[in-house]
């Protein structure tokens, strides 16, 4: 009952894809997750130089959910493309690869763009503009900035021809004029939405159990405050949307489709379960009457409207 469907001109098998910052560059859970099982993944975040990460601990669990500061760690731009990228150029066929680049500047984003263009093994660029853990932006998502955002979108708009899938922040106020602002810039798509600044203590000592203070909430507690930036965007913008936050089964993606999105990521529940995305997709497979375009009810989507 599920079909292959066009989202952002990619084809994707299915819905499911691995959330940034939960399996790198792919290779690293290559032994465990059947990465070919999934609609695709997104990379771990790139800057242009390397980055070792906030201090350590960088991830505490609670009761509904966790909190990360990675802190953008990763090999930097280079690396990325001369050493991570051509793995999945060579071992995927059937999943789709979306890079994910953050920089702390314009210019830094527009640079990215233009360094991993001319690299295979990817079909999209993800430009994360909602890392609540960049200390060079001192914890602010960069889409807050609505001028910083559409000049991002704008010039890296004019160095690629792959879609441009801009992901958001939760703790926007204006989050659907700023939807609204990134397809007027230029995105094909949004990701909706990246982590949610938040702090554990320990009652003991009042220590924050994460070395860098705050950093970012995941996991279930998020899924209605995705789930609502879903729905909310989905009415004011006319682009594909991707639905991320707290997804641990089948059941929770089919309402992120639901309210609008057109694919959904897994992050928080990979942790525990590497295997929990192709879980899902499959699960959502044998389900009937799934949202267009995935449905094989005859009722498609516009890329998918049948003859007739
Ligand atoms: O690396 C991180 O700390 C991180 C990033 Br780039 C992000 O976008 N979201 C998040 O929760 N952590």
Redesign the pocket.
């Known amino acids: 009952t599920l079909r292959p469907a066009e989202v952002f001109r990619v084809a994707f098998q299915n819905p499911v894809l691995l959330a940034?910052?939960t399996c790198g560059f792919g290779r690293e859970l290559s032994g465990v997750v059947d990465l070919e099982a999934l609609g695709g993944m997104v990379t771990?975040?790139i800057t242009m130089a390397p980055r070792a990460?906030?201090p350590a601990p960088?991830v505490a669990e609670f009761d509904a959910g966790m909190v990360?500061?990675?802190?953008?760690?990763n090999p930097g731009m280079e690396r990325a493309r001369d050493d991570k990228l051509p793995w999945l150029a060579d071992h995927l066929r059937r999943a789709r690869v979306l890079v994910?680049v953050?920089g702390h500047t314009v210019e830094e984003y527009v640079e990215l763009v233009r360094g991993m263009e001319a690299a295979d093994g990817f079909a999209a660029f993800e430009i994360?503009l909602?890392?609540?853990?960049?200390q060079r932006l001192g914890g602010r998502a960069f889409s807050l900035d609505r001028d910083a955002l559409t000049a991002v979108i704008g010039r890296c708009r004019a160095e690629t021809s792959r879609p441009l899938i801009a992901?958001l922040a939760p703790n926007d106020p204006d989050l659907v004029d700023t939807a609204r602002a990134a397809v007027d810039a230029g995105a094909d798509g949004l990701t909706l939405i990246?982590?949610l600044p938040g702090r554990l203590l320990d009652p003991g000592d009042g220590h924050p159990r994460i070395g860098a203070g705050q950093?970012?909430m995941?996991g279930p507690a998020l899924r209605p405050v995705g789930v609502h930036a879903v729905n909310a965007v989905a009415g004011a913008v006319d682009v594909p949307l991707i639905g991320v936050g707290g997804i641990l089964n089948a059941d929770h993606a089919l309402e992120y489709l639901h309210a609008g999105a057109s694919l959904v990521q897994v992050g928080t529940a990979s942790f525990a379960a590497p295997r929990a995305a192709e879980r899902i997709a499959r699960d959502l497979a044998r389900r009937r009457d799934l949202p267009a375009p995935w449905g094989a009810s005859g009722r498609g989507g516009p890329s998918h409207a049948s003859p007739g």
């Open positions: 940034a910052g771990k975040s990460g906030n960088r990360n500061s990675i802190g953008l760690a994910s953050a994360n909602s890392c609540p853990n960049d992901k990246n982590t950093g970012g995941s």
